[in-house]
């Protein structure tokens, strides 16, 4: 039996989290992910979970903190100026190597910015946000069903690593409204045991959940065992979606919202013949630096899209290693590059 | 022969890094003779602090975690909520408890988080090389109140207690010290009241307890505890500031 | 309880010459040593033994845990 309703993107994250076997969510409101936090405020209680709006998205990123100590299945969300908040408390569950799924509905910035949908925040989410040698797992949906689905994934990732995983969406797709399908049987997957967690020093030591690590070389160590985890995630666990990539002379590299409209404006051209493709990375970190760089082998040019100054483009210029193949479309503060920019730039780069 | 006094068992071996005549040092202790008189070792996960004491889990022989500098009331909601028959307490300075982590505290208070908060107070930040508290008398000299603190450019001693006390959620609040035996017995009392508030799930419960720090305050151990017998408990009076029955 | 019945053990590593549980004794049984242990501070010791009344107010008073106090059977 199949459950299928019309559901927003936001709401979608918070049920992929409630069937992932998620008990444990804090947050603190913030426009445009309200819907998740209230969707996740009954769903907790429905569920015999634990919700609580915190004090401010510090404290809730700390509750999660304790709560993931605890062994339990934990999910927080905000929006850009609050996942800045989060970022000491992520660097410490890195560090800590405490699971957690943390998902950012972007909007624009810098500072307040606005509430419109942005993608200003791949650094913050890719390079780090939070200070030290650290990575988040994150996955970028681009629908109202892979809100659901890459959430529901999220949490068996974070407990596989033992380390934060991000969900990186916008405004829009947090907030518009699809068609949602899960099987009514789904069961949460990956679950496995926590011998590390604090439940109290029942017939084992007293053990201890830190990121303190003195003594000559050992934090050295540490980051060593964290790094080797980054390096597994990177041979196992990258997602690339590519789109009408056959014989493409052009390729779109976009993510989330931009991958669709990308999508659209591929479809578009392809009906006349030109050759235009899209590598669409679902997860950004690890990114499929493989992936584009076979296309970069091919002589292929690259048009990076993006709803913001030019984050992942970064990524791709590394990879491609060539400034001529390497183009860029994008929009700040709540802009959405359109079709028509998108394909009378694909022009121009056919014409070079 | 059988001991009369000895270390606890809750107590690890290790000798502490903390300094001489050092608070911290009494107070794990403490904690840790009420834990084997409860006998609750296997139930209990405690919260420690960034500060001096940030190294607790090197002498508790119990779950004791890290917490980001302030936000320990943050973690223990998230631990006890997820454990609520666990015996969850948080240890904090009076930097991560009356500064960084102000919110932290009136919320797991105001929110009635069964939970135990030991709060030492040694009005200085001992950890960072002697920088002023929140709790800080006027007129003592630290680090970055090196002409003294003034109320004018630097406030008030900060008194979290009588300002949690309003909160209808808190259950149970006491202040008191160890620069005596007596007061040394009256702490362990009120660290066993609290514990056993929190088993009896009676909610949010909190002591208070004066500390010295002899490195600092630039005075002895013994001047210490009697700076705090003659000048500090001026500022912040010993006993119950509020008991929920 | 008499000094014959207990017996007071101060470790001196653990000791960090605080010198609190001097000030505590009300019998004045406890004095500095001369010398330093190895972490160059001057530990507490023992002078009087056999005047103990076993009132544990140094080892309460200890920062340490480097007091302990045995009751002899």
Same mark, same amino acid.
């Given at each position: 039996?199949?459950?299928?309703?019309?559901?927003?993107?936001?709401?979608?994250?918070?049920?992929?989290?409630?069937?992932?076997?998620?008990?444990?969510?804090?947050?603190?409101?913030?426009?445009?992910?309200?819907?998740?936090?209230?969707?996740?405020?009954?769903?907790?209680?429905?569920?015999?979970?634990?919700?609580?709006?915190?004090?401010?998205?510090?404290?809730?990123?700390?509750?999660?903190?304790?709560?993931?100590?605890?062994?339990?299945?934990?999910?927080?969300?905000?929006?850009?100026?609050?996942?800045?908040?989060?970022?000491?408390?992520?660097?410490?569950?890195?560090?800590?190597?405490?699971?957690?799924?943390?998902?950012? =509905?972007?909007?624009? +910035?810098?500072?307040?910015?606005?509430?419109?949908?942005? %993608? $200003?925040? !791949?650094?913050?989410?890719? /390079?780090?946000?939070?200070?030290?040698?650290?990575?988040?797992?994150?996955?970028?949906?681009?629908?109202?069903?892979?809100?659901?689905?890459?959430?529901?994934?999220?949490?068996?990732?974070?407990?596989?690593?033992?380390?934060?995983?991000?969900?990186?969406?916008?405004?829009?797709?947090?907030?518009?409204?699809?068609?949602?399908?899960?099987?009514?049987?789904?069961?949460?997957?990956?679950?496995?045991?926590?011998?590390?967690?604090?439940?109290?020093?029942?017939?084992?030591?007293?053990?201890?959940?830190?990121?303190? =690590?003195?003594?000559? +070389?050992?934090?050295?160590?540490?980051?060593?065992?964290? %790094? $080797?985890? !980054?390096?597994?995630?990177? /041979?196992?666990?990258?997602?690339?979606?590519?789109?009408?990539?056959?014989?493409?002379?052009?390729?779109?590299?976009?993510?989330?919202?931009?991958?669709?409209?990308?999508?659209?404006?591929?479809?578009?051209?392809?009906?006349?013949?030109?050759?235009?493709?899209?590598?669409?990375?679902?997860?950004?970190?690890?990114?499929?630096?493989?992936?584009?760089?076979?296309?970069?082998?091919?002589?292929?040019?690259?048009?990076?899209?993006?709803?913001?100054?030019?984050?992942?483009?970064?990524?791709?210029?590394?990879?491609?290693?060539?400034?001529?193949?390497?183009?860029?479309?994008?929009?700040?503060?709540?802009?959405?590059?359109?079709?028509?920019?998108?394909?009378?730039?694909?022009?121009?780069?056919?014409?070079? | 022969?059988?001991?009369?006094?000895?270390?606890?068992?809750?107590?690890?071996?290790?000798?502490?890094?903390?300094?001489?005549?050092?608070?911290?040092?009494?107070?794990?202790?403490?904690?840790?003779?009420?834990?084997?008189?409860?006998?609750?070792?296997?139930?209990?996960?405690?919260?420690?602090?960034?500060?001096?004491?940030?190294?607790?889990?090197?002498?508790?022989?119990?779950?004791?975690?890290?917490?980001?500098?302030?936000?320990?009331?943050?973690?223990?909601?998230?631990?006890?909520?997820?454990?609520?028959?666990?015996?969850?307490?948080?240890?904090?300075?009076?930097?991560?408890?009356?500064?960084?982590?102000?919110?932290?505290?009136?919320?797991?208070?105001?929110?009635?988080?069964?939970?135990?908060?030991?709060?030492?107070?040694?009005?200085?930040?001992?950890?960072?090389?002697?920088?002023?508290?929140?709790?800080?008398?006027?007129?003592?000299?630290?680090?970055?109140?090196?002409?003294?603190?003034?109320?004018?450019?630097?406030?008030?001693?900060?008194?979290?207690?009588?300002?949690?006390?309003?909160?209808?959620?808190?259950?149970?609040?006491?202040?008191?010290?160890?620069?005596?035996?007596?007061?040394?017995?009256?702490?362990?009392?009120?660290?066993?009241?609290?514990?056993?508030?929190?088993?009896?799930?009676?909610?949010?419960?909190?002591?208070?307890?004066?500390?010295?720090?002899?490195?600092?305050?630039?005075?002895?151990?013994?001047?210490?505890?009697?700076?705090?017998?003659?000048?500090?408990?001026?500022?912040?009076?010993?006993?119950?500031?509020?008991?929920?029955? | 309880?008499?000094?014959?019945?207990?017996?007071?053990?101060?470790?001196?590593?653990?000791?960090?010459?605080?010198?609190?549980?001097?000030?505590?004794?009300?019998?004045?049984?406890?004095?500095?040593?001369?010398?330093?242990?190895?972490?160059?501070?001057?530990?507490?010791?023992?002078?009087?033994?056999?005047?103990?009344?076993?009132?544990?107010?140094?080892?309460?008073?200890?920062?340490?845990?480097?007091?302990?106090?045995?009751?002899?059977?």
């Amino acid at each position: 039996m199949t459950i299928k309703y019309l559901s927003t993107g936001n709401e979608a994250c918070g049920e992929g989290a409630v069937r992932a076997g998620c008990r444990f969510y804090a947050g603190y409101p913030i426009t445009p992910q309200n819907e998740l936090t209230a969707y996740m405020s009954r769903r907790m209680e429905e569920e015999g979970g634990v919700f609580i709006q915190a004090e401010s998205e510090l404290a809730a990123i700390n509750m999660v903190l304790g709560a993931s100590a605890a062994g339990s299945r934990v999910f927080t969300s905000s929006s850009s100026p609050g996942v800045s908040l989060k970022q000491e408390g992520i660097s410490y569950m890195a560090g800590c190597e405490l699971p957690a799924v943390i998902a950012n =509905v972007m909007r624009g +910035g810098p500072g307040l910015g606005n509430i419109d949908a942005a %993608q $200003g925040d !791949y650094f913050q989410a890719t /390079k780090g946000g939070g200070h030290g040698d650290y990575r988040l797992l994150v996955l970028a949906p681009a629908s109202v069903q892979e809100m659901f689905d890459f959430t529901y994934e999220a949490f068996s990732l974070a407990d596989k690593y033992r380390n934060p995983v991000m969900i990186l969406a916008d405004g829009m797709i947090g907030q518009m409204m699809e068609p949602l399908e899960f099987k009514e049987n789904i069961k949460p997957a990956g679950i496995i045991d926590k011998p590390w967690a604090m439940t109290g020093a029942k017939a084992r030591k007293a053990q201890s959940i830190k990121s303190l =690590v003195l003594g000559e +070389g050992l934090l050295e160590k540490h980051n060593e065992h964290l %790094q $080797g985890k !980054y390096a597994l995630m990177g /041979k196992k666990e990258v997602k690339t979606e590519l789109y009408n990539t056959e014989g493409a002379e052009v390729m779109l590299v976009a993510y989330g919202l931009a991958s669709r409209v990308a999508r659209s404006c591929i479809d578009s051209l392809r009906k006349n013949g030109v050759k235009v493709g899209l590598v669409r990375p679902i997860t950004l970190w690890p990114f499929p630096y493989k992936e584009l760089s076979n296309f970069a082998k091919k002589g292929v040019k690259f048009l990076v899209v993006e709803m913001s100054a030019g984050q992942m483009l970064e990524d791709v210029r590394l990879t491609v290693q060539d400034d001529e193949k390497v183009s860029f479309l994008g929009h700040t503060g709540g802009g959405i590059p359109t079709e028509e920019e998108i394909t009378l730039k694909i022009e121009q780069i056919r014409k070079r | 022969m059988s001991k009369l006094f000895a270390k606890p068992k809750s107590m690890k071996d290790a000798a502490t890094h903390y300094c001489p005549g050092c608070g911290h040092g009494l107070i794990h202790r403490l904690i840790c003779e009420v834990i084997d008189e409860m006998d609750i070792r296997e139930e209990v996960i405690a919260i420690a602090p960034v500060g001096c004491a940030v190294l607790a889990y090197d002498y508790w022989d119990f779950d004791t975690m890290e917490a980001p500098h302030g936000r320990t009331p943050a973690v223990a909601t998230g631990v006890k909520r997820v454990l609520p028959d666990r015996l969850v307490f948080t240890y904090q300075g009076d930097g991560d408890l009356a500064a960084i982590g102000t919110a932290e505290i009136i919320h797991a208070g105001n929110r009635g988080e069964n939970i135990s908060v030991i709060f030492v107070n040694n009005g200085v930040y001992g950890m960072t090389g002697g920088q002023m508290a929140p709790t800080t008398l006027l007129g003592q000299r630290t680090a970055t109140s090196q002409f003294t603190r003034r109320a004018e450019k630097e406030g008030f001693p900060l008194k979290i207690m009588e300002m949690m006390a309003i909160l209808p959620a808190v259950v149970y609040l006491e202040r008191t010290s160890v620069h005596s035996p007596k007061e040394i017995m009256k702490t362990k009392r009120a660290i066993r009241k609290s514990f056993d508030m929190q088993l009896n799930k009676k909610g949010f419960s909190m002591v208070e307890v004066l500390s010295p720090c002899p490195t600092y305050w630039g005075l002895d151990p013994i001047k210490s505890m009697k700076r705090i017998e003659e000048e500090v408990i001026k500022e912040y009076p010993l006993g119950v500031i509020k008991e929920n029955r | 309880m008499t000094a014959k019945k207990t017996k007071l053990k101060i470790d001196n590593e653990r000791c960090k010459g605080c010198m609190l549980c001097i000030h505590a004794c009300p019998k004045g049984i406890l004095e500095a040593s001369a010398k330093v242990n190895k972490r160059g501070l001057k530990y507490v010791v023992v002078k009087h033994p056999d005047e103990c009344t076993g009132c544990a107010l140094c080892a309460i008073m200890c920062p340490d845990c480097a007091i302990e106090i045995l009751r002899k059977k």
